[in-house]
């Protein structure tokens, strides 16, 4: 579990301001997810990339980029937050060998105000 | 694509009694259905998984059963313990042969058992 760390941890911001979540994994896994956890509603896949420079749009990506420059990061950027964007992320991977496991990172809460 | 439904939202059990959450999938290509634990404040872990290939999978005190046809799958909790106290999440994903890795979360089942 210590293989996938986000950052910060936690993040206040106001309504229109850009932000980043930060996700990085040692364990060189193909594949990477950011999620969002709201009550009621599970976990809500918004991007995820199967590969270094591959991002695929999940269930809810509106007002989310990422990139993946290199197999390790996997950034999620709000570009102009909004409230609704309030909610605890979390950064995933899997491996390609045929698994489908994911391991979580420990998620990032943030409140949009 | 996939709907996975979670039952029920919310379970108590005495502790030592058993305890059972159901999903249900739509899409008949998935066939890989992992099940989460997450404890408050902590992250998702996985549990337990199944694969379509198989119908029943058990390690000590939890089972996933599976049954393709009516795409359901069932976590089975024996003998709960107070640590078991968590929210549950069941998943489904069409698997790597389809080049598809995602999963499709159910919204969730608090467990508590009650010393």
């Known amino acids: 579990d210590a293989g996938i760390t986000q950052s910060p941890r936690y993040k206040i911001t106001e309504t229109g301001r850009q932000v980043t979540l930060m996700c990085h994994q040692t364990?060189?896994?193909?594949?990477m997810f950011w999620y969002r956890q709201d009550l009621g509603h599970g976990l809500r896949l918004i991007y995820y990339?199967?590969?270094?420079?591959?991002?695929d749009k999940g269930e809810v990506p509106d007002g989310y980029v990422v990139s993946r420059s290199k197999t390790e990061n996997f950034p999620l950027t709000l570009e102009s937050a909004t409230r609704s964007q309030t909610s605890v992320y979390f950064c995933?991977?899997?491996?390609?060998?045929?698994?489908?496991?994911?391991?979580f990172g420990a998620g990032t809460r943030l409140s949009v105000l | 694509g996939e709907n996975v439904e979670q039952h029920p939202s919310t379970l108590s059990v005495q502790e030592g009694d058993s305890a059972v959450i159901k999903c249900t999938y739509s899409?008949?290509?998935?066939?890989?259905f992992p099940w989460y634990k997450q404890e408050l404040g902590k992250r998702p872990q996985l549990i337990i998984d199944i694969r379509s290939n198989v119908g029943e999978k058990k390690d000590q005190r939890i089972a996933v059963t599976l049954n393709k046809t009516a795409k359901h799958f069932s976590l089975h909790i024996t003998e709960t313990q107070p640590e078991d106290s968590a929210v549950y999440f069941c998943?489904?994903?069409?698997?790597?042969?389809?080049?598809?890795?995602?999963?499709?979360f159910g919204t969730g089942t608090r467990l508590t058992v009650i010393p």
């Open positions: 364990w060189s896994h193909s594949y």
């Open positions: 899409d008949s290509a998935s066939n890989y």
């Open positions: 995933a991977s899997s491996g390609s060998s045929g698994k489908n496991i994911q391991y």
């Open positions: 990339s199967a590969a270094a420079d591959i991002t």
């Open positions: 998943a489904a994903c069409q698997g790597p042969q389809t080049g598809a890795n995602n999963l499709f």
